[in-house]
Structure formats: C-alpha cells, structure tokens
C-alpha cells in the first residue's frame, strides 16, 4: 500500500485514513476494510508502529493507528465511531444489526476483541512479554507501546486466563450460530472485526498476508501461550473471507 506522509495528507480533503503501515494490525486492517465494505475512497496516511510519531501527534492529538480524519471534522480512533462514519459516508449492505439485542450483542463483542483490555489488547500483552525478554529497560523506554498498552510482566498470566476465555465463548458462540455469523444471521461488523482480530492467533498463510518473518514469528507467540482453541474460530475467519472480504491483504 502507497502511504502519504501526515504533512502530504492533513489538509486534503475526503477521508484520510491514518494506518500502520507494514504490519496487519488488526485495528488499522479491520477500519480499512470497513471503509471498502461500504466502497468509501480514503487517503491511507502512514503511522509507524512503535515511535513517537510526532507529527501525527501534533495533527490529531494520537499517536497510534487507526486514525480517520473526514475533511476537518474531529478525528476518529474507536472502533464503533469509526464504523458509524463508513456507514454515514458509505454505501452498501449495512454491518450493524437491526435488531436491537443483536446490536447490543455486536457492539459488546467488538469491544471485547478490540477494546482496552479486550482479547487483542491481551494478546499484545503477551507480544510484549516476550518483547521484554529481547530489550534491556531502555530498549523498552524507547518503544512508547510499552506503557501506552499497560505491559507489566505481573499480569501476563491474567492476560492469558483473559484471552483464553475470551477465546471459549467465541467458540460457544459459533456453535450456536445458525448460519455461521457471530451475531443474527447475517454479516455484521463483529464478523469482519474477527476476521481481522484472529490474525493475532493465527496468522493467515503468507499467499494472502505476506508478513515479515520476524514480524510472523511475533504474531504466533500468542497462540503458544494460550490453551489449544477450538478450530471453529479460524473457521468462521476463512468463511469471512470467502464470502465478504477482500484477499491478499495490503499493507
Ligand atoms: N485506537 C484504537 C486502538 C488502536 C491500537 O491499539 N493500535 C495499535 C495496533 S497494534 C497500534 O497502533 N500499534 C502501533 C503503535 O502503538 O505504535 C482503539 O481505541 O480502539
């Protein structure tokens, strides 16, 4: 993927969609694909995983990704805002239920994959756990991921217990699906969410998401800490794909 620098993107107009750029973060690859869901053109701005950033900073007052910017209108960093604007902007089958439990169902799944202490924020605990046995203390003062994503060594096992019983109910979920969605019985943005968020236990192959080594050998370190999940939950992943997403990812 092509990236402005911020200075070439900030006062564009359209959509400016900020990402990180090189890796499958699963915050940056699911707004992205939302916003091709609902065929909403943007400007794929770079945030690079890791620094300061600083001229992100200074223009949206963030420093990771993702970041949507439409025209000067207050930047957008949640999952559920940002998905409420590819609806305003966009067009297309919408990806919130109608339905009000399923909704209410929708919106608490999503955060418990990519919300603070969610299963992906768990997951990069445990990323960070094995970061910290690479770095002495100022390798990990230089990396502001350290402190931004809560990493002490004394929760990693809480984490673990977190994610896996994150992983447990999905799983539950899934079995009681009708037609293989995670809520109601079509599409919705927890399906494309999960499709995204399951990279962080299971990379999909290089063919479609041609990953660094390194960066590779990163996102399996979860899967070997975690207790062995049910298969189901790459399953509904793959049919995402298959039915509603777009291959090879772009990064
Ligand atoms: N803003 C998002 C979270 C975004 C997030 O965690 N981004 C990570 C994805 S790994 C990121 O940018 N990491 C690279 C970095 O922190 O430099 C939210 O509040 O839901």
């Known amino acids: 993927m092509d990236y402005l ?33 609902h065929q909403v053109p943007f400007h794929p701005v770079l945030q690079v995983g890791g620094q300061s950033n600083d001229a992100l900073v200074a223009w949206t007052s ?15 960093v949640r999952s559920m805002e940002i998905l409420e604007l590819a609806e305003r902007l966009g067009s297309g089958q919408s990806l919130i239920p109608e339905d009000r ?12 994959m990519a919300g603070e202490q969610g299963f992906a924020w768990h997951c990069r605990v445990i990323l960070l756990d094995a970061w910290a046995s690479q770095n002495d203390q100022a390798g990990q003062d230089a990396n502001p991921m350290f402190k931004e994503y809560g990493y ?13 019983s994150f992983l447990e109910g999905l799983a539950s979920d899934l079995h009681q699906s009708s037609e293989g969605y995670l809520v109601g019985e079509q599409f919705s943005a927890a399906d494309l969410y999960w499709a995204y968020f399951s990279n962080l236990l299971n990379p999909m ?7 660094p080594d390194r960066l590779r050998q990163s996102y399996e370190l979860p899967a070997k800490r975690l207790q ?7 399953e ?13 990812l772009s990064f």
């Open 5 to 37: 620098s911020v200075e070439e993107a900030r006062d564009l107009s359209g959509l400016k969609l900020v990402l990180t750029g090189g890796v499958p973060g699963p915050w940056s690859e699911a707004a992205k694909a939302l916003f091709n869901h």
């Open 62 to 76: 963030h420093r990771n990704a993702p970041v949507a910017v439409w025209n000067d209108e207050a930047p957008r």
């Open 152 to 164: 002490d060594a004394k929760t990693v096992e809480q984490s673990i217990s977190t994610a896996d």
């Open 236 to 248: 509904h992943r793959d049919r995402m794909f298959k039915r509603h997403l777009i291959l090879p």
């Open 101 to 112: 439990e399923t909704r209410i169902r929708m919106v608490g799944l999503i955060n418990e």
């Open 205 to 211: 192959p290089h063919d479609v998401n041609p990953m």
């Open 228 to 234: 062995p999940y049910d298969p189901i939950v790459v």
